[in-house]
């Protein structure tokens, strides 16, 4: 079994409630560093505007690259639902290392800032989920615009989209997250994308 997401972007508006319940769960400190990202992707001049919300964390690849990377295999995969987890006794620190981070292309690895910190990153809330609950973002989305379960009935509940604004689906690496994606039909350009962290 592979664990994945779902992410409506046509009802996400960017609120950032998932990232700030996700650093409370998680007491990931006061800052730049978080589990989760949420970019926000502004095309086209005004009065002609498309705008659209991203969610980025990490997607608990079938072929995660941060898992080869590593020199030390402190990242690994699961078997039985695929998670990918890192083991903070191993891991080298992101000041000494940083292979992980360099390798993944969704930014997923992260670090808080202290001496050689060491690599941090969604994982899914596995303690929440052994407990039969979801994790703390689909909880804290108001908009129901995320959801977690098993990939492969996710696909059967919401269809297999894999593009969506502001991502690039890796078929090498095979992120598990599937879209409802905000569609620009007129096909604008980007003007600017802003990625919003952790915050203070």
Request: one cysteine or more; hydrophobic letters at 35%.
């Amino acid at each position: 079994m592979q664990m994945g997401f779902y992410f409506n972007q046509e009802l996400c508006w960017h609120c950032s409630a998932c990232l700030v319940a996700c650093k409370d769960w998680h007491d990931v400190p006061p800052g730049p560093g978080s589990y989760i990202r949420i970019a926000v992707i502004e095309k086209g001049k005004f009065p002609d505007v498309f705008m659209a919300a991203m969610f980025h964390t990490c997607y608990h690849c079938a072929e995660p690259a941060c898992v080869e990377a590593c020199p030390v295999e402190a990242i690994t995969k699961r078997e039985e639902d695929g998670i990918v987890v890192v083991d903070p006794e191993e891991c080298l620190g992101m000041d000494n290392c940083g292979a992980c981070k360099d390798q993944c292309p969704y930014g997923a690895p992260q670090s808080i800032d202290v001496e050689d910190a060491k690599m941090q990153k969604c994982d899914l809330c596995q303690d929440r989920l052994s407990a039969g609950k979801d994790p703390i973002c689909v909880g804290a989305c108001n908009t129901f615009a995320i959801a977690v379960g098993p990939l492969d009935e996710l696909r059967k509940k919401y269809g297999d989209v894999r593009q969506a604004e502001g991502f690039e689906y890796d078929e090498a690496l095979s992120p598990s997250i599937i879209f409802k994606p905000m569609i620009d039909k007129k096909n604008r350009t980007v003007q600017k994308t802003l990625m919003i962290p952790g915050g203070n």
